[in-house]
C-alpha cells in the first residue's frame, strides 16, 4: 500500500476541504479525532518533497491516516450518490463479472431512492447503504483501505440479497480518483444473466464460433464449429463431441458438416467437424490454434453466436 497522508481536513465550519486547497493561517480539523491539525504545505515540488498535508498538532491515538482515508472517502461518494439522486441522475458504473466472466455495465441509481452511511443492519453497518422505493436496502458499498468485510457480513448479504459492491483505495490520491473507482469498482457480487433454476448460481452464457477455415488435408474450405468454454472452463474450447444436440442441430444449420469417425489415438467414436470434400476431420486439440485464434486475429472469415446459457453447477451435481 501506498504512503497514505492526511489530505483532507474540516475547516471552523465542518466543511471538508483538501490541502491542497488549502490556506495557511485559517484553523483546521482532523476529520476522524476531530483534533486541530497543521497545513504542510511548502509550495515545493521534485524529488523528496511530500505533496500537500495535514499533520496533528497532537498524537491522537486509534486515529491513523488510513482512517481519515476511509471516512472522507465514504462520505465524499455518499454526497456524490446523494446529488444524483436528489437531481434524478443516473450513476453508471461497470464491472467484470465473478460469476460469468462477462463485463457489465448499468445505472447504480436505477432502483435506489436513499442513501445511508453507517445504517444499522443490527449484524453489521455498511459504509453506504442504498435503499430501494420500500425502504429496503437493495445494495451496500464498503470503501476497503486495510480490511475487508467478515464473512459472516458477506453471508449476510448473500442470504438477504443485497447487492455488494466493494471499492479498495491504495493511497489518499484515490480521493481525486474517485469519479474512477466508481465507475469501476473491484467487486459487484450480481450478475446479469439468469439463475439456475436446479442449484440457484448464475449461468454463464454459451458462445458458439463458426470459423470459415481450410481442411488440413485437402486444403478446401471447411466451416467448423467450436464454442469457447471461457474462464469457468479453465479457458478451454471445445467440439462437436461436447455439443449438446441444439448445438449440433444449428451448428449443422449454418453449413457445418458434423460426422461421427473414429481416433486411434483415444480408442473410441466422436462427432467432430468434417471436411465436405474429403471428409478428413478436425480434431479438438488444433480447434484453437489452427481455427479459432487466427480468426480471432482477422485472419480467417468467423461468425460468433449466443447459445443461451448453461450452468457448470448443476452439470457437476448431476
Known amino acids: 500500500m501506498n504512503d497514505i497522508l492526511y489530505t483532507v481536513a474540516t475547516d471552523k465550519n465542518g466543511n471538508l476541504i483538501k490541502a491542497i486547497d488549502a490556506e495557511k493561517g485559517n484553523v483546521f480539523f482532523c476529520t476522524v479525532c476531530k483534533t486541530e491539525l497543521i497545513l504542510r504545505k511548502s509550495g515545493k515540488k521534485g524529488k523528496g518533497t511530500k505533496r500537500p498535508h495535514f499533520a496533528h498538532k497532537t498524537l491522537t491515538p486509534n486515529c491513523t491516516p488510513e482512517t481519515a482515508l476511509h471516512f472522507v472517502f465514504k462520505n465524499l461518494l455518499a454526497k456524490k450518490i446523494q446529488n444524483h439522486i436528489d437531481n434524478r441522475l443516473p ?56 480490511h475487508k468485510p467478515e464473512e459472516s457480513v458477506l453471508k449476510y448479504y448473500h442470504d438477504n440479497n443485497i447487492i455488494l459492491i466493494q471499492i479498495n483505495l491504495q493511497s489518499d490520491q484515490d480521493i481525486d480518483k474517485l469519479e474512477n473507482k466508481v465507475l469501476k469498482p473491484d467487486l459487484v457480487t450480481t450478475c ?127
Open 91 to 146: 450513476l453508471n458504473f461497470n464491472w467484470e463479472c465473478k460469476y460469468c466472466y462477462d463485463q457489465h455495465s448499468g445505472n447504480l441509481l436505477r432502483k435506489i431512492k436513499t442513501v445511508k452511511v453507517e445504517h444499522n443492519l443490527t449484524v453489521c453497518q455498511p459504509d453506504i447503504a442504498l435503499l430501494d422505493n420500500d425502504d429496503k436496502v437493495f445494495g451496500v458499498i464498503e470503501v476497503v483501505v486495510s
Open 192 to 318: 446479469f444473466n439468469p439463475k439456475c433454476q436446479k442449484c440457484g448460481h448464475f449461468q454463464h452464457k454459451t458462445k458458439m464460433t463458426i470459423v470459415d477455415g481450410e481442411c488440413w488435408k485437402c486444403h478446401s474450405t471447411m466451416k467448423v464449429a467450436i464454442i469457447e468454454g471461457g474462464m469457468e472452463h479453465g479457458e478451454s474450447t471445445f467440439g462437436p463431441n461436447k455439443f449438446t444436440k441444439q448445438e449440433i442441430e444449428f451448428a449443422r444449420s449454418k453449413g457445418v458438416i458434423i460426422k461421427q469417425h473414429y481416433s486411434k489415438t483415444e480408442n473410441e467414436k466422436y462427432l467432430a467437424n468434417t471436411c465436405a470434400k474429403c471428409g478428413s476431420f478436425a480434431g479438438d486439440f488444433y480447434l484453437f490454434t489452427s481455427y479459432l485464434a487466427p480468426a480471432s486475429y482477422g485472419e480467417l472469415p468467423s461468425e460468433t453466436y449466443d447459445m443461451g446459457y448453461h450452468c457448470d453447477h448443476s452439470e457437476e451435481i448431476l
